[in-house]
């Protein structure tokens, strides 16, 4: 995992100078990860028309994509994909193309209507007419495949859409409308470029999330029956978590803009709602092909109304907003386990739907109706601490969804916290000593809940072996843990010197108002560090190096007043000179190794974190520790959200 060599060759596979650089200027002005000073949104330019031309130029060299070849490793995808790719038949790729075709002109045609075409040396683009041909093609079907791959490898773990265990792009071409059904594989595919580190897929995936936005919009514009369709829902999942961890400005700002309008439609589709479904005739019960279709149609309501679900809690933590869901909007019953999902025939899916929901007194459970609880009864037995008396068992998805609410609890008891006066001198102290007391006491009461979950997620391993979805679970706890005794707002503002005097003692002042709880804190960086490191570069979720940077500012803002030696502490025996109590490494033990659990009760030991050739770096030095932060994202595969993140942490730790 931490090999210089090969990670060098990845990181610098795409520079800056293969990068747009409007996409570059405009980080100053993202809207999220805000630690270096801004610029307004009026003043950076505009990327949408320059990376649908990016596509059209890169569409248009034949001879390059014929020849691309990725740049991974096949450990990279944890020795084996989550879903099986099918081919794709020249047919679908022909209709896929002429589709393409007309996405992307039309999206030039609007980008380009009443626009001074720009000069070579503004730093914008234009189109190439070195002789080339004029035709666009898509990438070979191989490229496309690998990009599916991709796909399924990245997406598709932590918002499992796809059932049979199979991905298959020619059925759902030749099945479904062809607008719609060429959207979502659009989608699809530009969200597995996404993840290749190199300038080529970067190019792709911008241009087409950019063209199919548009056509997305314009579907259901013209007819509003596509609000509710599945598929269409389907590809605004995808663009809508594509575009916000795209790292360009202009997608970032349209995903959080149009994620309000594709949530409105989630609901007014109704099925967000529990639907009864009747209870099978006899005939039916003995039919069991049947119950596998029906079974099917209504999981894969259950598994999107729950994605968007995910990704609404994934991007509200990030830009420190509540969900815009709440919890009591969701009555339509979770998703079932993934054993059933990916079942390849009916006799297999029966036999496990026997064993899932197995029937007291022999009797049989098939054709029953029997679904698992929705998020909000689900939640309901979770707050009366009911979960292990009545013996419900849950899979990773749900204890991730478990989360949602618990998030929106403590982000809006964070947003009453910094609402409280700091002054002392206001003539209604007391009420307000009072109403800020009742309001702490409310956030020890939802980190109680917290560990109540965390219980729970360390009683399904002790039964199940880790994976993705729950690797991904345990770094949004210890994320929402950590905004429980953080306020990551007021960290970026003193990052970016904002009401700050420089003076020592305000410093002080600042860091008790960023941290509440320093030991805490620092417990829950380290185990987000120990946790994405032992993620498969191939399969982390998207936003992974956005959990970093959180870190990063975290411990950063801890070490502005942290009195610490200011070496690098090595293993014992080494001759350096030791820091004063025990020095384990934080972000390598488990939360219940004696070291750590000393550290959290007692408040004794000295965190370090860990470099590359395994020595320990004490957690008190600024400079180092946003430094050793950037050189975990680089151990990662680069994107331009990751270049974005590393270039603002980059310039924090020299300024």
Known sequence: MFNPARQLSISSHVDQNHELSAIIAAQDSWTVFRCAPTIPSSSCPRTARLNLEKLEQSLK????????????????????????????????????????????????????ENTSRPSPDSGHLTPLSNGASNFVLLPPARVLEYFLRSYANCFERYFPLTSR??????????????????????????????????????????????????????????????????????????????AAWSGDKWQMDIAMGQRGMYFAMLRHSGILEYRPVPAPTMDQRSNTEQLWAEWTRNESQSRLVYSWAMA??????????????????????????????????????????????????????LGSGARPLALRDLFRHFLDDEMISLGI???????????HPLQAMVCQLGQLLGCFSDSLSTRSQTTRTVTASSTRARVEEVQSLLQRW???????????????????????????????????P???????????????????????????????????????????????RGIRPTWWSAALYRVGMVLWADS??????????????????????????????????????????????APC????????????QSFRILQHCIEIIDEGAATRLSDGIKMKLDRLSRG
């Open 61 to 112: 060299n034949h001879k390059g994509w014929s020849t691309w070849s990725p740049q991974w490793e096949e450990a990279d995808f944890a020795g084996g994909d989550h879903l099986t790719v099918m081919q794709l038949h020249e047919s679908t790729r022909d209709k896929l193309l002429a589709i393409t075709q007309s996405f992307l002109h039309k999206a030039l045609d609007i980008h380009r």
């Open 165 to 242: 265990g199979i991905l298959d792009a020619n059925e759902l071409m030749h099945c479904y409308n062809d607008r719609a059904s060429s959207l979502l594989v659009l989608m699809m595919i530009a969200q597995g470029a996404m993840n290749i580190p190199d300038a080529e897929s970067r190019w792709l995936t911008g241009g087409l999330t950019e063209a199919c936005r548009i056509s997305l919009f314009d579907l259901v514009e013209k007819n509003i029956v596509m609000a509710s369709d599945p598929i269409v829902l389907h590809a605004a999942l995808v663009f809508t978590t594509l």
């Open 312 to 365: 609404d809690q994934d991007i509200s933590l990030f830009h420190d907003t509540a969900p815009l869901f709440n919890v009591s909007e969701f009555g339509a019953p979770m998703p079932d386990t993934d054993r059933l999902w990916n079942a390849k025939s009916a006799p297999e899916w029966s036999s496990i739907f026997e064993q899932v929901h197995e029937f007291s007194g022999g009797f049989s459970s």
């Open 393 to 403: 068992e849950m899979t990773p998805m749900q204890l991730r969804l478990l989360l």
């Open 454 to 488: 965390f219980d729970l997620a360390e009683r399904y391993l002790k039964a199940n072996p880790m994976c993705a979805m729950m690797q991904t679970n345990l770094v949004l706890f210890h994320l929402i843990s950590l905004n429980a005794v953080t306020k990551f």
């Open 490 to 536: 007021e960290i970026e503002r003193l990052a970016r010197r904002e009401n700050f005097d420089g003076t020592y003692n305000q410093l002080v002042w600042l860091h008790k108002r960023c941290i509440t709880d320093v030991e805490e804190a620092v417990f829950h960086c380290g185990q987000v560090l120990r946790l994405i490191r032992s993620m498969p």
């Open 560 to 605: 502005l007043v942290r009195k610490t030696n200011t070496q690098t502490v090595t293993p014992p025996g080494n001759g350096m000179m030791p820091v004063p109590g025990p020095s384990f490494a934080i972000d390598a033990l488990p939360p219940d190794h004696p070291l750590v659990v000393r550290y959290l009760t007692k408040r004794e030991g």
């Open 609 to 620: 974190v860990t470099n590359r050739d395994g020595s320990q770096l004490a957690i008190g």
